[in-house]
């Protein structure tokens, strides 16, 4: 099925996991699969698998795990493809394989610049990509969006250009990257509709666990971290239990909030995080 259906009924509540790593042990394998139980359990409309641990595997951890979901729990899946790790030969095997495995759905991405910045594969940017699946088979192509402007974005005009490119090249729905204030969300909507982007836009909600992690991706991308949120992650860094309890209380907040606002879904980064991932959906379940 392709997931931008799943629009019909709304809102959408998704989750995105990562593979576990090519190298991990036997006993991270099993928690991980335990922790994909519960995550499964709680019914999300889809779940999106990244390209492997920090765009480090070859795309079969990715490919293994989506056909596991699919098959074993009945869910749909969305792979990741970012454009920068793949040659055209490349997306066209891998396209194949997603066929003959009944996956229906890509999240095509460019994918995050290498520290020498030298691109290897043959996309320099995701409307590149997308146009490539576009030409190879009947794909529900899904791409991200930046509430806080894209980083390497001249300015907001300019990074609604770009998305306004990147759907006039086949996407069908939008996940935002994390942002955490919804404010953001409500501009980045109002642009998007003055660009005429008139596509399902499901909102990037990662709770807080860690507080040197979500500093180093928020510097990464480009993302706005508010005084409230500041305040909150320098009163609770030396309690892990309190960060953690605080970080999906945060969250809550912000989905409940979007939820009142009719907004289109919510995609759940959970860091394959089942206990705050299963608190957040208990508290929301009757909203929904």
């Known amino acids: 099925m392709k997931v931008v259906n799943c629009f019909n009924e709304r809102p959408v509540i998704s989750f995105e996991i990562f593979p576990p790593r090519p190298n991990a042990s036997e006993k991270a394998i099993e928690r991980f699969y335990n922790n994909l139980d519960v995550l ?128 006039d090249a086949g996407v069908s729905q939008l996940i935002t990257q994390l942002f955490f204030e919804n404010d953001h969300y409500y501009q980045f909507l109002e642009r998007c509709e003055l660009a005429n982007i008139d596509v399902p836009v499901q909102a990037g909600i990662m709770p807080v666990v860690n507080e040197r992690q979500i500093k180093r991706m928020a510097t990464m991308n480009g993302i706005r971290l508010p005084q409230k949120f500041l305040r909150m992650m320098a009163h609770y860094q030396d309690n892990p239990v309190a960060m953690r309890d605080a970080g999906a209380a945060y969250a809550i907040d912000q989905i409940v909030d979007l939820l009142s606002e009719g907004v289109d879904g919510v995609h759940l980064y959970t860091m394959d995080n089942p206990v705050v991932t299963e608190r957040i959906c208990g508290a929301i379940k009757t909203l929904i």
């Open 40 to 167: 499964a359990g709680l019914k999300p409309a889809y779940i999106s698998v990244t390209y492997g641990a920090g765009g480090s595997d070859n795309n079969s951890g990715t490919l293994d795990l989506c056909c596991y979901i699919k098959k074993h729990y009945g869910i749909e899946v969305v792979p990741h493809i970012p454009g920068i790790n793949f040659t055209k030969s490349a997306v066209k095997a891998y396209l194949e394989k997603l066929k003959t495995n009944h996956i229906e759905n890509i999240l095509a991405l460019r994918g995050d610049l290498p520290k020498d910045g030298n691109i290897k594969g043959d996309f320099q940017y995701a409307s590149d990509l997308v146009s490539e699946i576009k030409r190879d088979g009947d794909f529900n192509i899904l791409g991200a969006c930046y509430p806080d402007t894209h980083p390497e974005a001249k300015d907001s005009v300019e990074d609604i250009k770009n998305l306004k490119c990147k759907v």
